[in-house]
């Protein structure tokens, strides 16, 4: 099966733009849709980006997602930063078998 | 609103049992498939298992298939997760999920703490 790797943290100043990678490490990263959730502390994870680049109703612009064959990754992309995006974010995507993957999740901290 | 509230976690020693339930409103429950998805301390996420909306289809990851059952009561609005034969490395936060598709979800619980411990 395949693996999905992030950065375990990034950082970044309100209101600039970060971009969180999450690189699939054997078959295409184009095969099967890519989500990603976002965790704050002490709560549940939500949806912020589905099928690739979809956002769900509520999630602002600010938050972008896309996936780059030549690297074979996803990115999720959030620009504005606000002190309220401080969180852990994981990718997640699934084989043909509908076995999930998610990424080992990566902390952003706004400075 | 969508509501999904899990109960029936505890500690338990290696071994043992325990049955999860998942109490679902606000959304017609017969009509979509439902994820277990559990968070051990300070870790990462993992998907558990997978019921089709009318539990004719179910998928396992590989560290429990064998040990656990998912199975739901559409009658009652509830999911299920039946734990048998749990190691320390069960110990997690288990959340149900609402599934959109089979591959991703929409909304979550808000977990019940499972402990595996002697």
């Known amino acids: 099966n395949f693996m999905l790797t992030q950065p375990h943290s990034v950082s970044e100043s309100p209101g600039k733009t970060v971009t969180i990678s999450c690189t699939r490490s054997s078959g295409s990263i184009a095969s099967n849709y890519v989500q990603w959730y976002q965790q704050r502390p002490g709560s549940s994870p939500t949806t912020v980006i589905y099928?690739?680049?979809?956002?769900p109703s509520g999630v602002p612009d600010r938050f972008s997602g896309s996936i780059d064959s030549s690297s074979n990754s996803a990115s999720l992309t959030i620009s504005g930063l606000q002190t309220e995006d401080e969180a852990d974010y994981y990718c997640?995507?699934?084989?043909?078998?509908?076995?999930?993957?998610f990424g080992g999740g990566t902390k952003l901290t706004v400075l | 609103q969508v509501q999904l509230v899990e109960s029936g976690g505890g500690v338990v020693q290696p071994g043992g049992s325990l049955r999860l339930s998942c109490a679902a409103s606000?959304?017609?429950?017969?009509?979509?498939?439902m994820h277990w998805v559990r968070q051990a301390p300070g870790k990462g996420l993992e998907r558990v298992a997978f019921i089709r909306y009318d539990g004719s289809i179910k998928y396992y990851a590989d560290s429990v298939k064998g040990r656990f059952t998912i199975s739901r009561d559409n009658s009652k609005n509830t999911l299920y997760l039946q734990m048998n034969s749990l190691r320390t490395e069960d110990t997690a936060l288990y959340y149900c999920?609402?599934?959109?598709?089979?591959?991703?979800?929409?909304?979550w619980g808000q977990g019940t703490l499972v402990t595996v411990s002697s």
């Open positions: 606000g959304f017609i429950f017969s009509n979509y498939g």
């Open positions: 999920a609402k599934a959109y598709q089979a591959y991703r979800t929409d909304y």
């Open positions: 099928e690739d680049n979809q956002r």
């Open positions: 997640q995507s699934y084989d043909s078998s509908n076995h999930w993957v």
